[in-house]
């Protein structure tokens, strides 16, 4: 079965730093969509940024865009998650999630966070002090 398994997450001040790393399973290393989703208690969840693990596009929620960066380092298996300038309103259960299917396009194609993720992590808590 496919295992992913989050950590890197914690409290920070507001302006402060954070990387969460994502560990995969080598049964998910064909997967081409590979996903950040965050959920805030009383809120639906969303996809905060994604990234095709092939030709390296990526997405973003505007409300990160300039202050986030995911990548996926294809040796190590891994997805990462670069959070800086972090705000109160990031606080958040942060989730990792990969596709064992692909976009259908090309190697750029973009991975929509609406994309059938089926495989998910256990989540790690992001914390952000204003």
């Known amino acids: 079965q496919v295992q992913l398994v989050e950590s890197g997450g914690g409290s920070v001040q507001a302006g402060g730093s954070l990387r969460l790393s994502c560990a995969a399973s080598?049964?998910?290393?064909?997967?081409?969509?590979m996903a950040w989703f965050r959920q805030a208690p009383g809120k639906q969840r969303e996809g905060v940024a994604t990234?095709?693990?092939?030709?390296?596009?990526?997405y973003y929620v505007d409300s990160v865009k300039g202050r986030f960066t995911i990548s996926h380092d294809n040796a190590k298996n891994t997805l990462y998650l670069q959070m800086n300038s972090l705000k109160p309103e990031d606080t958040a259960m942060y989730y990792c999630?990969?596709?064992?299917?692909?976009?259908?396009?090309?190697?750029?194609?973009?991975?929509?966070?609406?994309?059938?993720?089926?495989?998910w992590g256990q989540g790690t808590q992001v914390t952000v002090s204003s």
């Open positions: 999630a990969a596709a064992d299917s692909t976009p259908g396009g090309t190697a750029r194609t973009t991975c929509p966070p609406s994309f059938d993720y089926n495989y």
């Open positions: 080598r049964y998910t290393y064909s997967s081409v969509c």
């Open positions: 990234i095709n693990t092939v030709g390296g596009t990526t």
